[in-house]
């Protein structure tokens, strides 16, 4: 839910102009600094030579986060979020794959269940369309960064300890953010962005995205439940499409103008996407 709530406030700076690059930094600085304190829970750099592991799901914590917020820059909320939640069958693909554990057949019931969810998800009222192809090509490939970036810190964090792996993880995501400014500054030649307006929305998403980071990766740091993690997780597609539905006009949300068939196809399909996910949990 905090991560929903963060959503809609950059959602919000985004249509009062915020750029979509400096949101990228603003974030990524925030979460870079939030993790910092986590050096308390100790650890050891087990060597320079391995420093290459937190520097490359850095770059794909990078990678996820500009998708995302991409994705929210053109699209809807009640559309992208949802889409992410295919990030639990990739996550248990990946782990499959890279730390062994056994597929079982349930996944692909699952993904038939997510294929049917994203059509369902593509409903737009005729003539109005908000980018919704593009909004789920982006998120798809931000559920697909941040899955293979879950599955990677509960491979390579145990040997550093949790108290080192995030905290320089996420020094790294600081430090590859600042390479992200020519892009905007590029992007916004000659046009003036970022007003005043933006700037509480902004920072109010930035601390949402922080603290959501926190409790979910910290969490697979630490117990090494990668996919059950997801699991819950995952439920914020659900949440997104109620809270656009019932709280949207809070944050000037205009997605409750699409009309309340469009809403509710995608809390149909927000609702396959949650079957798929509990299919996963019991396979």
């Given at each position: ?87 639990i069958i990739l996550v248990a693909l990946l782990t499959t ?17 997510s294929t049917a969810a994203i059509a369902l998800l593509n ?24 899955a293979l970036f879950d599955v990677l810190v509960q491979k ?128």
């Amino acid at each position: 839910m905090v991560y929903v709530v963060g959503v809609l406030l950059l959602k919000r700076a985004a249509d009062l102009g915020a750029d979509v690059w400096r949101t990228v930094r603003v974030c990524n600085f925030a979460t870079a600094l939030s993790f910092a304190p986590l050096v308390l829970l100790g650890g050891t750099i087990p060597s320079w030579q391995l420093c290459w592991q937190p520097a490359f799901v850095a770059l794909l914590f990078v990678a996820g986060q500009v998708c995302v917020l991409l994705a929210l820059n053109v699209g809807d909320v009640s559309v992208a979020t949802p889409v992410l939640g295919i990030k639990i069958i990739l996550v248990a693909l990946l782990t499959t794959a890279l730390i062994g554990d056994r597929m079982s057949g349930a996944l692909w019931t699952a993904a038939f269940l997510s294929t049917a969810a994203i059509a369902l998800l593509n409903l737009s009222r005729p003539g109005e369309h908000h980018h919704v192809g593009k909004t789920i090509l982006l998120s798809a490939l931000a559920a697909a960064a941040f899955a293979l970036f879950d599955v990677l810190v509960q491979k390579w964090s145990p040997p550093w300890g949790a108290g080192r792996f995030l905290p320089v993880m996420m020094a790294f995501v600081g430090a590859f953010s600042f390479t992200l400014r020519p892009f905007g500054m590029r992007q916004n030649a000659g046009n003036q962005t970022n007003p005043p307006a933006a700037g509480g929305w902004l920072a109010g998403g930035a601390a949402c995205f922080a603290l959501q980071a926190i409790m979910i990766i910290t969490s697979i740091a630490l117990y090494g439940q990668v996919t059950t993690a997801n699991v819950l997780y995952s439920s914020r597609g659900l949440w997104s499409v109620l809270a656009v539905w019932l709280a949207g006009h809070w944050f000037q949300n205009r997605e409750r103008h699409h009309g309340p068939r469009v809403l509710a196809w995608r809390l149909i399909g927000a609702g396959l996407l949650m079957a798929a996910i509990l299919i996963c949990l019991i396979k």
